[in-house]
C-alpha cells in the first residue's frame, strides 16, 4: 500500500559520502544525479539544512499542536488582533517586474514530463498561449527521485530554451519532434514540494532533506542565472503553508539561496497557496512575511477543500456534501477567494484564480460543454477581481483567456489590482456543514477518482486524465478525506443510506468492475497479455485506495516522505 517510508526502511540502505556532510543513497547517486549535483550545489544544501532544518521541524510540530485542540472541538479563526499588527498596516509588496504584470491564464503540469513541459511553453493547436506555465514538482508530480531529477534538467533545458522531445513511431505513425521557440515562450514558473515533505534519498548530518528546499535550491542553482541574463524573472509557487511563520521559513530560504548563488535578495519572486484553511485566516500576515519576494497569493480550491475536511474530520456539525457540489461560489468558498483578492490589491500583489481541470472530451459536443463550464467559471473570477487563474491543458488556455481579455480590454488594463472588493472585515471562512447533497453518486465519483489516481500513483505518475479531467493529488486526498469523513460519522445519505465499511467496499467492487469493463473494450485491439497487465494495475489500484479509504486514523496527507530509490515497492 503506497505510504511514506517507514524510516527503518532507510537503515537497510547503504549511503555514499558526498563530502560537506551530505550523503545519498546508494542506489541515487545515478548518472543523472552526478550532472545535478556538483560540489557547489551540495555545498549549499549542507548549509540551506543545517540553517533552516530545526525551524521546519519546530514549525512541523507546531501543525501537530494546532491540529490536536481542533480535533478537540476548537476552531481556527483569525489571530488575536495583537499578535501581528505590522501586517495590517500601510505596505506594499516589493514592486513587481514587467514579466510579472500580465498573468491571465496559467497553466500547470508536472515539471518531469519533457513533452508536457514543452507543450506547456508553447501555442497550442488554437494559436493561443498561456501567460505563465507552472512547472510543478508537487500535486502534479509523483516525487519519485528519477522524476525530481529529470524535473531539474527539464527546467535547466526549458530555460535555456534547448528543451527537446522525441515521441517513438508507433502504430504506423512517424515519429515527432516536440521543440520550444525561445522568442515565444510565457513566464516559466517552479512549484516546489511542500513544507511536510522530506526527501528520503538525500540527507545532511544524518536526517533527511526538505523536498521544499531540494527543489528551490536545485532549480535555481541550474536556471536562475540563465532567466537573470536573459531579462526574466526567476519565479516559483509555494504550496501548502499553514502559517505566518511557515511563510517567514521560505522567505528566509529564499534570502539564503539567492545570497548563495551572488544573486541579490529579492530578485526571486513568489506566489504562495492559500489552500489550507489555516492559512485562509492569515492570508495578510503571510503576504507580508514573504512582501520582499512576493508576487500574489493563488486561491488553491482543490487543496482547500480537501483541508476544510481534514481540519474539522472531527467536527461533526461540519461534515461537508458531495465533493462536485463545493464550487467557489458556495458562501465560504467565495468570501475565502474574496478576501485573497482583497488582501493581495490592498498591498499590491496578484490574486490568482483557480484551477479549470478539464481535459478535451473526445466529442464535439462534450468538448463545447466543457468551455461553456470554463468560460462560465472564469467569467465568474474576472468578475470579482482575480487577475488570472489556471488551466490544467492547453486546449482551454483560449476559453480560460476570453473572460479576462474582455474585462481587462475592455479598461485597457494588464490586471485588477485597483479592484478592492466589498466585503466585511474579516469575513466567515468556516466551512457550512448540514448543507448540500450527500448521496451514493457522491461516494461513487470519490472510489473512481480514487482507483484511476493510485493506478497513475502506483506507475510513478502525479496527474491522469480520467473521465475528461485531470485529476492530481489534490482531488484524491479530497476523495479519500471526505469518504473516511463520512465513516468516521456514520453519516446517513439522502436516500437513508447508512455510510458504512460494507457501503465502502461494494462501491469499489461496482466501480472497480466497470473501469475494467472499460479497459478492456478500450484496449480492444491490444494483445491479451497487454489488457490482463491493465486489468492486474486497476485491481491493485483499488485494493490500495480501498485501504486508504478505510483506514482507523485518516492519515494527514497520502505521503510525507519519498520512495527510497532502489527499494522494492
Given at each position: 500500500m503506497?505510504?511514506?517510508?517507514h524510516?527503518a526502511?532507510?537503515?537497510?540502505v547503504?549511503?555514499?559520502d558526498?563530502?560537506h556532510?551530505?550523503?545519498?543513497n546508494?542506489?541515487?547517486w545515478?548518472d543523472?544525479?552526478?550532472?545535478?549535483f556538483?560540489?557547489?550545489l551540495?555545498?549549499?544544501i549542507?548549509?540551506?539544512?543545517r540553517e533552516?532544518?530545526?525551524t521546519?521541524?519546530?514549525?512541523?510540530?507546531d501543525?501537530?499542536?494546532?491540529?490536536?485542540?481542533?480535533?478537540a472541538g476548537?476552531?481556527p479563526?483569525y489571530l488575536?488582533e495583537?499578535e501581528?499588527?505590522?501586517?495590517?498596516?500601510?505596505?506594499q509588496?516589493a514592486?513587481?517586474?514587467?514579466d510579472?504584470?500580465?498573468?491571465?491564464?496559467e497553466i500547470t503540469g508536472p515539471?518531469?514530463?519533457?513533452?508536457m513541459v514543452?507543450?506547456?511553453l508553447s501555442?497550442?493547436?488554437q494559436?493561443d498561449?498561456?501567460?505563465?506555465a507552472?512547472?510543478?514538482?508537487?500535486?502534479?508530480?509523483?516525487?519519485?527521485?528519477?522524476?525530481?531529477?529529470?524535473?531539474?534538467?527539464n527546467?535547466r533545458?526549458a530555460a535555456?530554451g534547448t528543451?527537446t522531445?522525441?515521441?517513438?513511431?508507433s502504430n504506423g505513425?512517424?515519429?515527432?519532434?516536440?521543440?520550444?521557440?525561445?522568442?515565444d515562450?510565457?513566464?516559466?514558473?517552479?512549484?516546489?514540494r511542500g513544507?511536510h515533505?522530506?526527501e528520503?534519498?538525500?540527507?545532511?548530518?544524518?536526517?533527511?532533506?526538505?523536498g521544499?528546499?531540494?527543489?528551490?535550491?536545485?532549480?535555481?542553482?541550474?536556471?536562475a542565472?540563465?532567466?537573470?541574463?536573459?531579462?526574466?524573472t526567476?519565479k516559483y509557487y509555494?504550496?501548502?503553508?499553514?502559517?505566518?511563520r511557515?511563510a517567514?521559513w521560505f522567505?528566509r530560504?529564499?534570502?539564503l539561496?539567492?545570497?548563495g548563488?551572488?544573486?541579490?535578495?529579492?530578485?526571486f519572486?513568489a506566489?504562495?497557496l492559500?489552500?489550507?484553511l489555516?492559512?485562509?485566516f492569515?492570508?495578510?500576515?503571510i503576504l507580508y512575511e514573504?512582501?520582499e519576494?512576493?508576487?500574489g497569493?493563488?486561491?488553491?480550491?482543490?487543496?482547500k477543500?480537501?483541508?476544510?475536511?481534514?481540519?474539522l474530520?472531527?467536527?461533526?456539525?461540519r461534515v461537508?456534501?458531495?465533493r462536485?457540489w463545493?464550487d467557489?461560489?458556495r458562501?465560504?468558498?467565495?468570501?475565502?477567494?474574496?478576501q485573497?483578492?482583497?488582501v493581495?490589491?490592498?498591498?499590491?500583489?496578484?490574486?490568482?484564480g483557480g484551477?479549470?481541470?478539464?481535459?478535451p472530451g473526445?466529442?464535439e459536443e462534450?468538448?463545447?460543454?466543457?468551455v461553456?463550464?470554463?468560460?462560465?467559471?472564469k467569467?465568474?473570477?474576472?468578475?470579482?477581481g482575480?487577475?488570472g487563474c489556471w488551466?490544467?491543458?492547453?486546449?482551454?488556455i483560449?476559453?480560460?483567456m476570453?473572460?479576462?481579455?474582455?474585462?481587462?480590454?475592455?479598461?485597457g488594463?494588464?490586471?485588477?489590482l485597483?479592484v478592492?472588493?466589498?466585503?466585511p472585515e474579516?469575513?466567515?471562512l468556516?466551512p457550512?456543514?448540514g448543507?448540500?447533497?450527500?448521496?451514493?453518486?457522491?461516494?461513487?465519483?470519490?472510489v473512481?477518482?480514487?482507483i484511476?489516481y493510485?493506478k497513475g500513483w502506483?506507475?510513478?505518475?502525479?496527474?491522469?486524465a480520467?473521465d475528461?479531467r485531470?485529476?492530481d493529488?489534490?482531488?484524491f486526498?479530497?476523495?479519500?478525506?471526505?469518504?473516511w469523513q463520512w465513516?468516521?460519522?456514520?453519516?446517513?445519505?439522502?436516500d437513508?443510506?447508512e455510510?458504512?465499511?460494507?457501503?465502502?467496499q461494494?462501491i469499489?467492487?461496482e466501480?472497480?468492475?466497470?473501469?475494467i469493463?472499460?479497459?478492456?473494450?478500450?484496449?480492444d485491439?491490444?494483445?491479451?497479455?497487454?489488457?490482463?497487465?491493465?486489468?492486474h494495475r486497476?485491481?491493485?489500484?483499488?485494493?490500495?485506495a480501498?485501504?486508504?479509504?478505510?483506514?482507523d486514523?485518516?492519515r494527514?496527507f497520502?505521503?510525507?516522505a519519498?520512495?527510497?530509490?532502489?527499494?522494492?515497492k
Open positions: 503506497p505510504s511514506a517510508p524510516p526502511a532507510s537503515d537497510a547503504a549511503w555514499t558526498l563530502g556532510g551530505v550523503t545519498i546508494d542506489h541515487a545515478t543523472q544525479a552526478q550532472r545535478v556538483p560540489d557547489d551540495l555545498r549549499l549542507a548549509h540551506l539544512h533552516l532544518g530545526p521546519r521541524q519546530s514549525l512541523l510540530a501543525r501537530d499542536e494546532r491540529q490536536a485542540t481542533w480535533h476548537d476552531l479563526g488575536p495583537d501581528h499588527p505590522e501586517a495590517h498596516g500601510d505596505w509588496v514592486p513587481l517586474p514587467d510579472l504584470q500580465q498573468r491571465r491564464v515539471v518531469s514530463n519533457p513533452k514543452i507543450n506547456m501555442r497550442n493547436d494559436g498561449r498561456a501567460d505563465a507552472m512547472l510543478d514538482f508537487e500535486d502534479s508530480m509523483k516525487p519519485t527521485w528519477d522524476n525530481v531529477l529529470q524535473g531539474v534538467e527546467v533545458e535555456e528543451l522531445f522525441t515521441k517513438p513511431a505513425a512517424s515519429a515527432k519532434e516536440y521543440t520550444l521557440d525561445p522568442d515562450m510565457p513566464l516559466l514558473m517552479v512549484r516546489i513544507l515533505l522530506d528520503s534519498n538525500l540527507r545532511v548530518d544524518g536526517t533527511p532533506v526538505s521544499a528546499l531540494l527543489d528551490l535550491a536545485m532549480v535555481a542553482y541550474h536556471s542565472h540563465t532567466l537573470i541574463d536573459q531579462g526574466k526567476p509555494v504550496p501548502k503553508v499553514e502559517h505566518y511557515e517567514r522567505n530560504l529564499f534570502e539561496v539567492q545570497e548563488l551572488d544573486i541579490p535578495v529579492g530578485t519572486k506566489t504562495f492559500i489552500e489550507t489555516p492559512a485562509a492569515q492570508m495578510e500576515e514573504f512582501r519576494h512576493a508576487a497569493l493563488n486561491g488553491g480550491r482543490w487543496d477543500i480537501f483541508s476544510d475536511i481534514k481540519v474530520k472531527e467536527h461533526n456539525d461537508l456534501a458531495d462536485n463545493i467557489i461560489q458562501p465560504w468558498m467565495e468570501m475565502y477567494v474574496k485573497l483578492i482583497k493581495c490589491h490592498e498591498h499590491g500583489a496578484f490574486g490568482m484551477m479549470a481541470p478539464q481535459t473526445r466529442t462534450l468538448r463545447e460543454k466543457q461553456a463550464g470554463v468560460v462560465d467559471d467569467e465568474f473570477e474576472a468578475s470579482i482575480h487577475d488551466v490544467s491543458h492547453p486546449y482551454f483560449g476559453p480560460a476570453k473572460p479576462f481579455e474582455e474585462k481587462l480590454g475592455a479598461e488594463k494588464k490586471n485588477q485597483d478592492i472588493p466589498d466585503i474579516r469575513p466567515d468556516l457550512q456543514g448543507v448540500g447533497p450527500k448521496t451514493i453518486d457522491g461516494i461513487r465519483v470519490n473512481r477518482v480514487s484511476g493510485m502506483n506507475q510513478d505518475l502525479g496527474c491522469v480520467w475528461n485531470m485529476e493529488l489534490a482531488t486526498e479530497i476523495s479519500r478525506a471526505q469518504t465513516l468516521h460519522h456514520n453519516v446517513t445519505l439522502d437513508g443510506t455510510v458504512t465499511e460494507a457501503l465502502v461494494r469499489f467492487e466501480e472497480l468492475d466497470k473501469i469493463d472499460e479497459a478492456r473494450a478500450f484496449f485491439d491490444a494483445p491479451e497479455e497487454v489488457v490482463e497487465e491493465q486489468v486497476f485491481r491493485q489500484a483499488a485494493a490500495d480501498q485501504a486508504i479509504f478505510t483506514e486514523q485518516m494527514p497520502l505521503a510525507s519519498s520512495e527510497l530509490y532502489g527499494a522494492e
